[in-house]
T-cell receptor
Framework: EAGVTQFPSHSVIEKGQTVTLRCDPISGHDNLYWYRRVMGKEIKFLLH????????ESGMPNNRFLAERTGGTYSTLKVQPAELEDSGVYFCASSRGAGTTMNTEAFFGQGTRLTVV | KNEVEQSPQNLTAQEGEFITINCSYS?????LHWLQQHPGGGIVSLFMLSSGKKKHGRLIATINIQEKHSSLHITASHPRDSAVYICAVEDYGGSQGNLIFGKGTKLSVKP
């Protein structure tokens, strides 16, 4: 079974440009999460999808960040326009269940390192 | 590549008990994170530490760099502590995301 995959692995862009990160969850996992780790700081939750719906987007920092999960499969996280403080590592995780259901174990992707210069 | 092992995988405790969750890793690290995944699914960061010990409320995290081991302790456990606890480590000069995640420990605290 393939794990959670993220693309690209590393992106360097200039301030003001647009970048789109992609996450492919494990097949059959309805729940998809995005997290961000700014260098030297703790990991922060961004948002949670259940299938194609945004269950919780309370962690999205501002309206320059847009996440989508059309069709309930892969998800994209777009940053437009990127700012210097957006640099960090963006992680994606997926799980089959959530809440009180079984199979809530989260599987993490390898992350995308975003550098805004 | 660093390998992260957590134990136990599942843990059931009675309210009020002292709980310990362990995390060991195979290669030297620059930092270790303890995360908590609540039944709702979202994950929050509990601690980030590179040496010694940190305390926040009833939670205590310790790390022994020489032994490549960290523990998360919960004192006076409560049913609301029921969650999955995940350990993640950062490799030195690591590549990619630098973070390698353990499989998590599922804790259930009974009233």
């Amino acid at each position: 079974e393939a794990g959670v995959t993220q693309f690209p692995s590393h992106s360097v862009i200039e301030k003001g440009q647009t970048v789109t990160l992609r996450c492919d969850p494990i097949s059959g996992h309805d729940n998809l999460y995005w997290y961000r780790r700014v260098m030297g700081k703790e990991i922060k939750f961004l948002l949670h999808f259940v299938k194609e719906s945004k269950q919780d987007e309370s962690g999205m920092p501002n309206n320059r960040f847009l996440a989508e999960r059309t069709g309930g499969t892969y998800s994209t996280l777009k940053v437009q326009p990127a700012e210097l403080e957006d640099s960090g590592v963006y992680f994606c995780a997926s799980s089959r269940g959530a809440g009180t259901t079984m199979n809530t174990e989260a599987f993490f992707g390898q992350g995308t390192r975003l550098t805004v210069v | 590549k660093n390998e992260v092992e957590q134990s136990p995988q599942n843990l059931t405790a009675q309210e009020g008990e002292f709980i310990t969750i362990n995390c060991s890793y195979s290669v030297g690290i620059s930092a270790l994170h303890w995360l908590q995944q609540h039944p709702g699914g979202g994950i929050v960061s509990l601690f980030m530490l590179s040496s010694g010990k940190k305390k926040h409320g009833r939670l205590i995290a310790t790390i022994n760099i020489q032994e490549k081991h960290s523990s998360l302790h919960i004192t006076a456990s409560h049913p609301r502590d029921s969650a999955v606890y995940i350990c993640a480590v950062e490799d030195y000069g690591g590549s990619q995301g630098n973070l390698i995640f353990g499989k998590g420990t599922k804790l259930s605290v009974k009233p």
